[in-house]
């Protein structure tokens, strides 16, 4: 049995490397045939490739060009449900099917029944799911897995499998196949034999779990058909997408599925369900969450229509469209290659300083500015910084150095930007809220007139000229969100509980979520994150985490270098899919909160900050983050379908990379990103987390981050460096103006947020434990009011004022009372004298 559990995959390459090793020892290895030492050689130079790649290797990297989207391509969705090391099992379901078809009398060919055959073989197959026999019920669950499979072994081509496969799965649809597997999940979760004997074993492998992933594999591969029929619009299947959406968004007479799922998650994080196979659960959960929410173009059209609702203008800016058109920046030059440059540039020519070109941002969103040899007194280090690495970027369109300067001595020596064509400016168009806007009428009235006008947002009495005028382009750039409304209704409910109307609740497919999940949301949160942090590349084996392995691990240790290398590829490809589905989970579920209600989203934000989430995803970044963006776990000629369908190439060192062409990888870039935007969400506007990040000592990670060649990922990297500048102190400032300059070019602006300086009112230390408590009791009133029956405040329970109706009450007397009732008569009632007279007397 192998006991790896959760280290890290690359020790398996170094164990690879060292048996390669031995070759020249005179120790004798053979090779997957069984040939002897074929074919080490290449094996050697894979490992060592892989190792040189892990270590860091090729830092210099071209622009990359990943689009993000809410998923990867349907083929490769299908695919990464799959462990290469569960390939032997799909022989399992053709096996299944032949030997249901014989049983039937029919031949084992699915393309020549017709539609009525297809339909009556489903439903012999979903009645001998319901048998007492377990062999049985899952040889018909084999059986519908390879028909959702779309019966790979009678195809000729890929495109061929996943046309059957789509048709196939809408007919298992259509027959209540997914209900069906619903219910044997729940068969499968409270099977307590299965888990005991898995908390028996040292270590669990892949056959504690065969019959939970069969389930789970037909599960996803319907909900994956379904939602690429959703995105692709067609009109064909519309109204089974319309009837799967509206049956995994409202419960029927049962939990949500989402819930169910998000338990399993919980119970295996717990330790009572280790056989749980965390990968196909968590993939399934955020597919399932993606079709009943929405992704990105649902977000859009909903934010848009609350807008309307809420009577707000439309939103003419959309972040990830913007970000698109965006071009990558050229990354700060980390130290080691400042000192390199810096020496050979001594060696070859005198030192030169003059009017520089800013490197970190692109010569069309330059903006026109430029460095004076004048800065050199006090910024004499970040000349020579920007210098050099000037030198070490390419010049475009055939320019030299000469010409370059000529250029910029041409220019004028104002600071004014040269005009630029509109989409070579900013792109974003800068905002203010209002908040912002009462500040800067508070400071000018203070100034010119001496007192404040509390609450008066007109009057301008008293102000000079350009006091108008910047009261007027703030208005012009004032922008107001959906949250701020909401926070706004309810701390006017929470002024007027008793007159304040408050508003329907809207029973959306997020409404109906949160209602679910809220009395487990802390729990789901903490499960998620430390699955999360099992699955990071930079976290280390501890005897007391989690063994998210469970389902990629054979029972018998791998036996030649190939096999070792292949399950180390696997190891690493089965954690890069997990920590790309949570961080898909947590960003849809934040982003679909937020919309819904701001105070939802914090009360999953606030448990997110004290689960660490924001500790972990900056671990999560510190490391080689241009190794783990270029990985290549992966091996394409054994993704499914291809491992199963025409003449399969022997597996060989040379055929591991047969087909993989890409420079990066899709998946990590996805995952990074994501983590990049949780990490934007729960930090922005909250001094007290963005503290945290200055704690943890952010930046250095972040800015190493930058490395990344892609517009998006450096976009949200760098609204993360612009919110901590003012804390970074002017030292920091001083050595890195390249990453203020990118910062400048393109992250939106604040007319006037004072950012790169420490002079922001609202930054003070002694208020951020205040404002944190501050933001939980608005939540919890919120929770408490909207779903719970219990009224905090006893002052606002209605009194019953009918003297008829409270001397009508049954009450129930304590038997201690009953007891000693004549004790009580003598003291209460016939010793103290009562004077009825007084009730006359009038005192007008």
């Avoid at 050099?388 to 370059?404: F, I, K, L």
């Avoid at 914090?602 to 190794?627: D, G, R, T, W, Y």
Wanted: charge should be neutral; hydrophobic fraction near 40%; include cysteine.
């Amino acid at each position: 049995m192998i006991t790896i559990g959760n280290t890290e995959s690359n020790d398996l390459l170094v164990k690879c490397s060292e048996v390669v090793e031995k070759k020249y020892a005179g120790v004798d290895v053979m090779d997957a045939n069984g040939n002897g030492k074929r074919s080490l050689p290449k094996l050697r130079e894979l490992i060592r490739r892989q190792r040189h790649d892990s270590d860091g290797g090729g830092c210099d990297s071209p622009d990359l060009d990943f689009i993000y989207d809410d998923t990867d391509s349907y083929a490769n969705e299908i695919a990464e449900l799959y462990s290469y090391t569960e390939q032997p099992e799909l022989q399992l379901n053709v096996k299944a099917f032949e030997d249901q078809m014989e049983q039937y009398g029919l031949l084992p060919s699915w393309q020549r029944l017709s539609i009525p055959q297809k339909k009556s073989i489903i439903m012999k197959l979903l009645d001998q799911l319901e048998v007492s026999s377990k062999p049985l019920r899952m040889r018909a669950a084999r059986c519908i897995l390879y028909i959702a499979q779309g019966c790979w072994a009678e195809m000729q081509s890929d495109a061929e499998q996943q046309e059957w496969a789509r048709k196939n799965c809408m007919i298992l649809y259509d027959l209540g196949v997914f209900s069906a597997f619903t219910d044997l999940l729940n068969i499968e979760i409270e099977n307590s034999a299965a888990a005991r004997v898995a908390m028996r074993k040292l270590a669990v492998s892949l056959a504690d779990s065969q019959d939970l992933r069969v389930i789970l594999s037909v599960l996803y591969t319907i909900t994956e058909v379904i939602r690429n029929e959703k995105v692709l619009d067609s009109s064909e299947y519309k109204m089974q997408v319309e009837a799967f959406c509206n049956e995994i968004a409202n419960p029927n007479g049962d939990e949500l599925m989402v819930v169910k799922l998000l338990g399993m998650v919980t119970r295996f994080c717990s330790g009572v369900a280790p056989h749980f196979p965390m990968k196909k659960v968590l993939l399934l959960l955020w597919k399932l969450i993606l079709v009943s929410l929405g992704g990105m173009e649902t977000l859009k059209q909903l934010k848009a229509e609350r807008r309307k609702r809420a009577n707000l203008p439309p939103q003419d800016e959309d972040t990830m469209d913007i970000a698109k058109t965006m071009r990558a920046s050229s990354p700060p030059a980390s130290a080691s290659d400042l000192i390199d440059t810096q020496n050979q540039k001594r060696n070859t020519r005198p030192f030169r300083r003059g009017l520089i070109k800013q490197s970190s941002l692109d010569d069309h969103e330059s903006l026109g500015m430029e460095m004076e040899g004048a800065l050199g007194g006090e910024n004499g280090d970040e000349g020579t910084d920007l210098t050099a690495y000037d030198e070490r970027r390419p010049m475009e369109n055939g320019e030299n150095n000469t010409q370059m300067l000529s250029n910029f001595q041409n220019r004028p020596s104002s600071p004014t930007p040269i005009p630029l064509p509109l989409p070579k400016g900013l792109p974003w168009k800068p905002k203010v809220r209002q908040k912002d806007i009462d500040l800067f009428l508070e400071n000018a009235r203070m100034k010119f007139v001496g007192y404040n006008l509390q609450g008066d947002r007109e009057s301008l009495a008293g102000l000079p000229q350009p006091i108008h005028e910047g009261v007027q382009i703030l208005k012009d750039h004032m922008y107001t969100s959906i949250a701020e409304l909401q926070i706004l209704k309810e701390e006017e409910i929470a002024r007027n509980p008793l007159s304040t109307k408050e508003d329907e609740i809207e029973m959306t497919p997020t409404e109906i979520l949160y209602q679910a999940m809220l009395p487990n949301l802390p729990q789901y949160m903490i499960a998620l994150l430390k699955i999360l942090l099992a699955a990071a590349p930079t976290s280390k084996a501890k005897t007391d985490s989690i063994n998210i392995m469970a389902d990629v691990l054979p029972e018998e240790m791998p036996m030649t270098v190939l096999q070792s290398m292949k399950l180390g590829i696997d190891v690493n490809r089965h954690k890069e899919i997990i920590v790309k589905a949570v961080s898909a989970i947590l960003l849809l579920l934040l982003k679909h909160f937020k919309l819904n209600h701001i105070y939802q989203f914090e009360f999953m934000s606030q448990h997110l900050v004290f689960a660490n989430c924001i500790p972990l995803v900056l671990k999560f970044f510190n490391q080689n983050i241009m190794a783990y963006v270029g990985a290549k776990n992966m091996i394409p000629i054994l993704d499914f379908p291809s491992c199963v369908i025409g003449d399969q190439p022997e597996l060989t060192a040379d055929s591991l990379e047969i087909g993989d062409s890409t420079s990066y990888s899709w998946r990590n870039i996805y995952s990074c990103i994501n983590l990049l935007r949780i990490l934007n969400k729960l930090t922005k506007w909250k001094h007290s987390r963005i503290m945290m990040l200055v704690v943890f000592k952010s930046a250095p990670i972040l800015k190493c981050t930058l490395k990344v060649r892609h517009a998006m990922t450096q976009l949200y990297v760098l609204k993360l460096m612009k919110m901590q500048t003012k804390y970074l102190g002017r030292q920091w400032r001083k050595s890195n103006m390249k990453t203020i300059s990118a910062i400048y070019a393109k992250v939106r602006h604040r007319l006037n947020d004072d950012w790169a300086f420490g002079n922001d009112l609202d930054a003070k230390p002694w208020d951020f434990q205040a404002e944190e408590c501050a933001l939980r009791a608005s939540v919890d009133r919120f929770n408490n009011r909207r779903y719970t029956n219990k009224l905090k405040d006893a002052d606002f329970e209605p009194v019953d004022n009918c003297l008829s109706s409270v001397l009508g009450n049954q009450h129930e007397l304590s038997d201690n009372f009953k007891r000693h009732y004549g004790l009580w008569l003598e003291q209460e009632v016939f010793s103290v004298s009562i004077e009825w007279e007084k009730l006359l007397v009038d005192h007008i």
